[in-house]
């Protein structure tokens, strides 16, 4: 494994922390996936894959000591690598890998007060999870050089739509994104799109009586069925 780099403290040390171990594991799963299903081979004693925080991915053994310095990935992913077929069992690792990243970053956030733990939820929430980025779930139609706003919404104005992260690290894909919840059309290039901070449901501005210039002073939006619901 990489060289152990100082305890993160603060929230942004702990979210920069959760995002490069992220990108680790996203680049094991989508880029260098032919290399990361080598490694696991069922031969292989119990493996787990870790993403280390200089943005690196290992396959390797857990850590000998009882209790180990950190919470250990899923044990023994190997095993099932044969018996699955490819797809699935790089989602399973997937689903695995979003629940350590999770433990390790509030790990991290033990000494945290309540409103600081409630920011480092909020930002790791407005990350695409591994599993979704295998998925596919964070793409959409994207403008080269736009960026998506580090949260479940998008007031970038005209031309921001569904799926606009700023970092999906797959194949690149052309695969439809979701439509409007309320209309059912798909996204068109120069519409205003919103998403929602609870369902993460995406809407264009107009079907929820929402502007780019409203939608920007909104901190967290609500869709109107989320409104509803609540």
Request: hydrophobic share 30%; proline share 7%.
């Amino acid at each position: 494994m990489a060289t152990t780099l100082p305890h993160p403290r603060s929230v942004d040390e702990i979210y920069e922390d959760f995002n490069n171990r992220r990108s680790a594991l996203v680049k094991a799963l989508t880029q260098e996936v032919d290399d990361f299903y080598k490694q696991c081979d069922p031969e292989n004693e119990n493996l787990c894959l870790y993403g280390n925080p200089d943005g690196s991915w290992d396959v390797a053994l857990p850590a000998e000591e009882v209790p180990p310095e950190l919470p250990e990935p899923a044990l023994g992913i190997n095993f099932a690598r044969d018996g699955m077929d490819k797809k699935d069992w790089l989602k399973l690792v997937a689903v695995h890998s979003d629940a350590w990243l999770l433990s390790v970053a509030f790990f991290y956030g033990a000494k945290l007060n309540k409103l600081e733990r409630e920011k480092l939820f909020k930002n790791i929430n407005g990350r695409p999870t591994v599993f979704e980025t295998l998925n596919g779930k964070d793409k959409g139609p994207k403008k080269q050089g736009q960026k998506r706003p580090p949260s479940a919404k998008t007031n970038a104005g005209p031309g921001a739509g569904p799926g606009d992260y700023d970092d999906y690290d797959g194949d690149g894909g052309d695969e439809k994104q979701d439509p409007c919840d309320i209309c059912t059309k798909s996204y068109k290039e120069g519409e205003f799109w919103i998403g929602c901070d609870v369902c993460l449901k995406w809407y264009h501005g107009k079907c929820v009586n929402v502007s780019a210039a409203k939608a920007a002073k909104i901190t967290n939006y609500k869709c109107p069925g989320c409104q509803k619901r609540r």
